[in-house]
């Protein structure tokens, strides 16, 4: 590639640092895509004659089917997989495939080939984000009066329907998808005709190119199209979001099937057992799920670091985007095939969640009783609180305190209270937009079914 200008051989140490073919041959099929694209805009621009345009696409024709047959040649001295390309170009169709790199760099080559990749790759992204979305749905929707503990600070707080539940992660899943569709309209601009830094010298049709592969608009600056990788920052922060989320269902799910709570079980088919403890049935899918939250965003801070401190146009320090992108990519097709797997074939054990319905997670429904007399809430929920004290002094549950007992705290206090002690009735109250209550839960499966038709047909 610099023979011309170099003088004896590479180091091969350097050689091996400085090549990148092991990593971006998977980009093979976009870069061919880009070049057919690149070669008719030089036909165009008179640079190559209809007889040479269709040998160079016959060329790149055979290559293709070369790399999806697997039996692509990779050689020693293909640095990257545009060189690779290049060169097995050149044996099949002689020194006319020379003119194809003609105004092109591997500059603009490269974040083409990047972005032609992305665009694929966030649509199936987004599928599996929105299948999994669904399977929360229409799970809340099924199991919707099922009804459990709700935690702040993994201590019981208030009663709450399953479907809450579900429908909180779907909801954080949502705005991800969002992010997700946000991406795509950076992405979709085109960097081809830039060059090295400059331009292009030889007048290329940037619109025709444009067309061509299917980008909505062009760059609008050579020297940043070439240098920008804002959107693979945006993308590995989209992608960081996204796994934080799912490592906190992950890191739920968790906490709920293990014995001690035992709200749920998880199908063998995303467990793995122990090699000394036969009794053992470990959530590895969740567990994995969970760890590949702190490689994503690895792959995040590592990208910012080489993007902090380079001088304007492109830098070989951008190599390292690829494989980034690469790594994110893969991890999120898996993790989330895998959550929508755990999702859809996890058992809930109802009678245990029942059972964890401890009478004083109705604390505050007695302090909102005595609000519906009259006490202001600050009072009522001293009241409450006092009469939480009494009965773990007297060593028995909340709602086994006489109504004498309670009459001690204060005298709003009525026989009607025992009514308080009831879980159905305790998430009924929460009709407001958003919370518990059966009328509400079912408005939230109405809204998100809603917006994932919306959300699929952006995808």
Request: hydrophobic share 40%; proline share 2%; charged share 25%.
């Amino acid at each position: 590639m610099m023979a011309g200008r170099f003088v004896g051989s590479t180091d091969p140490i350097m050689e091996l640092l400085s090549a990148s073919i092991t990593v971006d041959q998977r980009l093979s099929e976009v870069d061919i895509q880009g070049s057919m694209a690149y070669a008719k805009a030089l036909e165009k621009a008179g640079i190559l004659s209809k007889t040479e345009l269709e040998k160079i696409l016959s060329g790149l024709e055979k290559i293709s089917e070369e790399w999806s047959k697997g039996v692509f040649g990779v050689i020693q001295t293909d640095e990257d997989i545009h060189t690779a390309n290049e060169r097995r170009l050149k044996e099949l169709i002689g020194d006319v495939a020379g003119k194809l790199h003609t105004g092109r760099s591997r500059n603009d080559q490269v974040v083409t080939d990047l972005k032609l990749f992305m665009k694929n790759s966030l649509s199936i992204i987004s599928t599996h984000l929105l299948q999994l979305i669904k399977t929360l749905v229409e799970r809340a929707a099924i199991e919707i009066d099922v009804i459990l503990p709700g935690y702040t600070h993994l201590q019981k707080a208030q009663p709450i329907r399953w479907s809450q539940f579900l429908l909180s992660h779907a909801v954080a899943l949502t705005r991800d998808s969002e992010r997700l569709g946000e991406i795509k309209k950076r992405i979709n601009v085109l960097p081809l005709g830039s060059g090295a830094l400059a331009g292009n010298p030889v007048e290329i049709d940037r619109e025709m190119l444009r067309s061509e592969l299917e980008f909505a608009s062009i760059s609008l600056n050579s020297m940043d199209a070439v240098s920008e990788r804002d959107f693979v920052v945006e993308f590995l922060s989209v992608a960081t979001l996204l796994m934080i989320h799912l490592s906190k269902m992950a890191e739920d799910l968790i906490i709920y099937s293990t014995s001690e709570f035992g709200f749920l079980t998880l199908s063998d088919t995303y467990c793995s057992g122990s090699s000394v403890m036969p009794q053992k049935k470990n959530p590895d899918s969740l567990e994995l799920i969970r760890s590949k939250a702190g490689r994503v965003f690895g792959r995040l801070a590592a990208i910012l670091m080489v993007l902090k401190g380079l001088p304007s146009t492109y830098n070989k320090d951008l190599q390292e985007d690829k494989e980034a992108v690469f790594d994110v990519v893969d991890t999120l097709n898996a993790v989330l095939q895998v959550a929508t797997g755990v999702i859809s074939t996890l058992q809930i054990n109802k009678e245990n969640m029942e059972k964890a319905l401890s009478p004083e997670i109705l604390s505050s429904d007695l302090a909102l009783y005595l609000v519906h007399k009259g006490m202001p809430f600050r009072q009522a929920h001293i009241a409450a609180g006092k009469a939480v004290h009494l009965a773990e002094t007297k060593g028995i549950t909340i709602n086994n305190l006489s109504l004498e007992d309670l009459k001690s705290i204060s005298p709003l206090f009525g026989s009607d209270v025992a009514q308080v002690f009831s879980v159905v009735s305790s998430v009924e109250q929460y009709t407001a937009a958003g919370g518990t209550a059966k009328s509400s839960v079912s408005a939230q499966i109405e809204q998100l079914r809603e917006l994932l038709k919306r959300l699929k047909e952006q995808a």
